[in-house]
């Protein structure tokens, strides 16, 4: 079998990158079709929110070549920031010749609480919880039956006293779907019976976006002589890059920016695939603060006896690929046959990886030729199209601009009124 180039694909027109991938069966017909379509039609959209207006595009891209597990994978990629999906796609290429991503999923369960407060005597009250513990979680598997058929369900229960409250939790195998409807259906259903067992009175019962039980890591590797051909600047370059990631460590204000840099990637694959982005960012960033200092996700070390600098990453990541607004969304469904109908937990591991693979163009860019050099072309092309550049415009305006002293959207007027 003849080796997949990837090579000149960012100088591809997006026809031509269509053609690309359906010529190597990596894109069907009808995908394609989606994908020169309008996409989301305003009539499913208006059953998906409400007051709805009109609906809101953005770049549908494609990082190519991710090797995870020893499986290569194209990811699309949604965003609307310029030098992100280059950066993941050159990261995955030093990455893959470096031995690829490997990823581990540790679990994939959600938590769901209940807050009891008002509970006279606590320890009394967890023993009456604890003694019925089976019956309880048989009653939140008959409150989502199907569930258990899909080989999912109920799988602990266990409590804390914090403050004036006592916290029953739950945690539930949701198979591919994120859960939150059937944990917070399943909390719901709980709610008599512990208010009876405690004696106390229920504040809320919903599921946690704090979730520990779903924690996936991906390691990566870069050989030294892929960040420098010099050799001494390659060591130097390394060991910029372990010290960046200690930064993250000890710093919250790095570590707040050491962060976005890695959700460029997650936000991007967890948008594309229809994922609620908003719990994946808010169980990440709790997650960020489990030891009360809120801290980088990701993790570089040089390794001097094999010569590579050597990335990890461990993130809470509940996705799934049934349920919420996926199955409504054409252009999502083109994302998933995209990375071939992947398991909610090969997904998870997936973003993961490209998480990584976006904290690793950061911090080299940082830490060499600093974050500017990369972003200014990019910066130069945005502002050609918000002066009105036509699309055969735009290369000669970005060269112009990119010799001027002041960049902006004013100078970019103005050159192209002389072009
Ligand atoms: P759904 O309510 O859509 O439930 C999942 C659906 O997927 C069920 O209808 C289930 O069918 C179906 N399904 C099909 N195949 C499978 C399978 N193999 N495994 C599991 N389910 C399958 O979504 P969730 O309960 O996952 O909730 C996610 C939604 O809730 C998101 O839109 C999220 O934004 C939102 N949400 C988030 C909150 C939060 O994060 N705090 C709070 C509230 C809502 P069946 O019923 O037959 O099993």
Request: glycine share 6%; net charge negative.
């Amino acid at each position: 079998m003849t080796k997949l180039s990837w090579t000149g694909f960012s100088k591809k027109t997006p026809h031509e990158r269509l053609e690309h991938l359906t010529s190597n069966a990596l894109l069907s017909h009808e995908d394609k079709e989606i994908l020169n379509s309008k996409g989301l039609e305003l009539a499913t959209a208006n059953q998906m929110a409400e007051n709805v207006l009109s609906t809101l595009s953005l770049p549908f891209a494609l990082a190519p070549d991710f090797q995870v597990n020893g499986k290569d994978y194209q990811l699309p990629m949604v965003t609307e920031e310029p030098s992100v999906v280059a950066a993941a796609s050159y990261a995955a290429k030093l990455i893959k010749r470096s031995g690829g991503f490997k990823t581990e999923i540790h679990n994939r369960l959600m938590i769901g609480q209940v807050a009891l407060f008002d509970v006279a005597d606590k320890a009394t009250a967890s023993q009456a919880i604890l003694n019925q513990k089976a019956d309880l979680l048989d009653l939140a598997n008959q409150a989502h039956p199907s569930i258990l058929k899909r080989g999912g369900g109920s799988r602990d229960l266990w409590f804390e006293e914090k403050s004036d409250f006592l916290i029953v939790y739950l945690s539930v195998d949701t198979q591919e779907a994120m859960g939150a409807n059937m944990v917070n259906t399943m909390m719901e259903t709980l709610v008599p019976n512990l208010e009876e067992l405690s004696g106390g009175q229920s504040l809320m019962a919903i599921l946690s976006n704090y979730a520990t039980e779903s924690l996936v890591t991906a390691t990566a590797a870069v050989d030294l002589r892929y960040l420098s051909r010099n050799k001494e600047e390659a060591q130097l370059f390394a060991k910029k890059m372990e010290m960046a990631s200690q930064l993250a460590q000890v710093d919250p204000y790095r570590a707040a920016t050491h962060n976005k840099g890695i959700f460029n990637g997650v936000d991007a694959l967890v948008l594309a695939t229809g994922n609620d982005w908003r719990a994946i960012e808010a169980g990440a960033h709790a997650y960020a603060s489990r030891d009360d200092q809120y801290r980088g996700l990701s993790t570089w070390t040089y390794d001097k006896e094999s010569q590579q600098i050597k990335g990890e990453i461990t993130l809470p990541l509940p996705i799934a690929t049934k349920g919420g607004s996926i199955g409504l969304n054409p252009t999502v469904q083109v994302a998933h046959d995209l990375l071939g109908n992947p398991s909610a937990k090969e997904l998870a591991g997936l973003i993961a990886a490209l998480g990584l693979a976006q904290n690793f163009a950061a911090l080299k860019a940082l830490t060499s030729t600093g974050i500017q050099a990369g972003h200014m072309k990019l910066q130069a092309k945005s502002l050609a199209l918000l002066a009105g550049a036509k699309e055969d415009q735009v290369a000669s305006l970005v060269s112009q601009l990119l010799k001027e002293k002041h960049m902006n959207l004013e100078t970019a007027e103005k050159l192209l009124k002389k072009l």
